[in-house]
């Protein structure tokens, strides 16, 4: 069966420290990965996402940038953060059907970041 | 500009009642409809829906989708403490199939 890990669970980082934020996949070969944000009474923002090694897609211009260096391996990355970047932060995998749509999301268990 | 409203925002229920949540949409190209659950941290699925007037039904959870009127409704009936979630409704659109996203319904079931 199919899992997906993100750690860490929680973290608190102070302004202009760097981020990064690790998410793999395990019991699949070639997912969709995903970078999602979602801030308190907001929906979930689609920060970048992944349909191969190397290959990002960057969804919003911000702070942040998402490399893939192996098929399972998502990370999202900061140089310096902001107090805007403060979030929960969700990683999540798909497999395209036969069809070509987009099978349903699977999300990992979230990254609440404090930027104080 | 594609966008997904749910309403209500928030609903509080006794355990027993029957709840109805609702998700409209305005996109380009609609795809799927698709439901998530989330409890605590990580969202989960529910449901999706392409075809309209097809009732998804998954124990005492279900879904339907009407396409004239550009929605979907949640049923929940005999609510349970364990329902108490944020329900989030998300659709996929356009060409490149993103998913747009509503702000979700956070329903909270008191015994």
């Known amino acids: 069966s199919q899992t997906i890990h993100q750690w860490p669970a929680t973290l608190v980082q102070p302004v202009g420290s760097p981020l990064s934020l690790e998410c793999t996949v395990e019991?699949?070969?070639?997912?969709?990965l995903y970078w999602y944000r979602q801030a308190a009474g907001r929906g979930l923002q689609l920060l970048f996402y992944?349909?191969?090694?190397?290959?990002i897609s960057s969804e919003v211009p911000q702070n942040l940038s998402a490399s893939r260096p192996q098929d399972r391996q998502f990370i999202l990355s900061s140089k310096k953060l902001l107090l805007s970047d403060s979030g929960f932060y969700l990683c999540?995998?798909?497999?395209?059907?036969?069809?070509?749509?987009?099978?349903?999301?699977?999300f990992g268990s979230g990254t609440q970041l404090s930027v104080l | 500009e594609d966008k997904v409203v749910q309403s209500p925002l928030s609903l509080v229920v006794h355990e027993g009642d029957t709840v109805t949540l609702n998700c409209s949409y305005e996109?380009?190209?609609?795809?799927?409809l698709l439901w998530y659950k989330q409890e605590k941290k990580a969202p989960t699925f529910l449901f999706m829906l392409?075809?309209s007037g097809i009732e998804k039904k998954s124990g005492r959870l279900s879904s339907i989708l009407d396409k004239k009127e550009l929605s979907s409704i949640l049923n929940i009936t005999a609510t349970q403490t364990g329902d108490s979630a944020i329900y989030l409704c998300?659709?996929?659109?356009?060409?490149?199939?993103?998913?747009?996203w509503g702000l979700g319904t956070s329903l909270a079931v008191n015994p």
């Open positions: 392409t075809s």
């Open positions: 998300a659709v996929e659109a356009g060409n490149n199939r993103k998913l747009i």
């Open positions: 999540a995998w798909s497999v395209r059907s036969f069809w070509g749509t987009n099978e349903k999301l699977f």
């Open positions: 996109v380009t190209n609609f795809r799927s």
């Open positions: 019991g699949t070969s070639n997912p969709n």
């Open positions: 992944s349909v191969g090694i190397g290959q």
